[in-house]
């Protein structure tokens, strides 16, 4: 009998434990460029390296690769600086095909300076789809995160996440909101609030969307949050898709 999705992504979270920092939602792995990083930080903080928001939704691999080739700006940074990010993106993308086969990819990337507008949430992946993706931002400041074992429940988190939404949508000014000041409403007192080293890439659970606001386990997607301030950031998250033949993102 064929294992199923959760039962090959349980399998490399145990081989990857064992030399890899591991949560039962995430694990982390450092793999810098094989390029001197600092003429990409530069370019990235000094915003001379511009990547506007693109969500690019169910793409096979080689599609994904294509993308990203006609797509990655090709200044300020040199020709062998854009080949090795181009090719580090495409690893992190086969990482997660390693965790969960999955032949649709979502990406997520962008060049941006922080805002207080994200604060903690939970990613999504379509109905049935494999559920562990990546995120990893090359400079700046890295993602924070809290552990499961700190969420008091999903439904907390969910009611807090409302909140957060409708504070959004309001447009409320902003009142120095940062992610730090609400993790009471949904943590344990003790509750700590983790961070992603940039140049690592953190590959963690998203909940299917059918899910989203449930009050399912803590242990079945990833609470984080970018950070509120710092410099503009290179960020890049990957994710299984759906078969478009299948699934209309909506
Ligand atoms: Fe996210």
Not at 93 to 115: C, M
Not at 169 to 197: K, M, W
């Amino acid at each position: 009998m064929s294992k199923s999705n959760d039962e090959r992504a349980a399998h490399a979270v145990d081989v990857w434990s064992g030399e890899n920092r591991c949560d039962p939602v995430a694990m982390f792995r450092h793999h810098p460029l094989v390029v001197p990083e600092e003429e990409l930080t530069q370019a990235i903080e000094s915003e001379r390296f511009i990547i506007p928001r693109y969500d690019v939704f169910d793409v096979e691999l080689p599609t994904l690769a294509n993308w990203l080739e006609f797509n990655l700006p090709s200044s300020p940074i040199s020709k062998e600086t854009r080949d090795a990010l181009l090719s580090d993106i495409l690893y992190v993308a086969q990482q997660v095909d390693t965790i969960n086969p999955t032949k649709w990819f979502r990406l997520r990337i962008f060049t941006e300076r922080p805002t207080t507008r994200c604060g903690f949430h939970v990613d999504t992946v379509p109905p049935g789809a494999p559920t562990w993706g990546a995120i990893k931002v090359y400079n700046g400041t890295g993602t924070l995160w809290v552990s499961p074992k700190d969420v008091r429940s999903m439904d907390l988190f969910y009611r807090h996440l409302q909140r957060h939404e409708n504070h959004r949508r309001l447009q409320l000014p902003d009142q120095g909101h940062s992610p730090c000041e609400n993790l009471t409403e949904f943590c344990l007192p003790y509750a700590t609030i983790n961070h992603v080293e940039p140049g690592t890439t953190a590959f963690f659970k998203h909940i299917n969307a059918d899910r989203h606001g449930s009050d399912h386990p803590t242990d079945q997607a990833w609470i984080h949050s970018s950070p509120s301030d710092g410099p503009s950031r290179l960020v890049v998250n990957l994710s299984p898709g759906a078969n478009p033949a299948r699934y209309r993102p909506t």
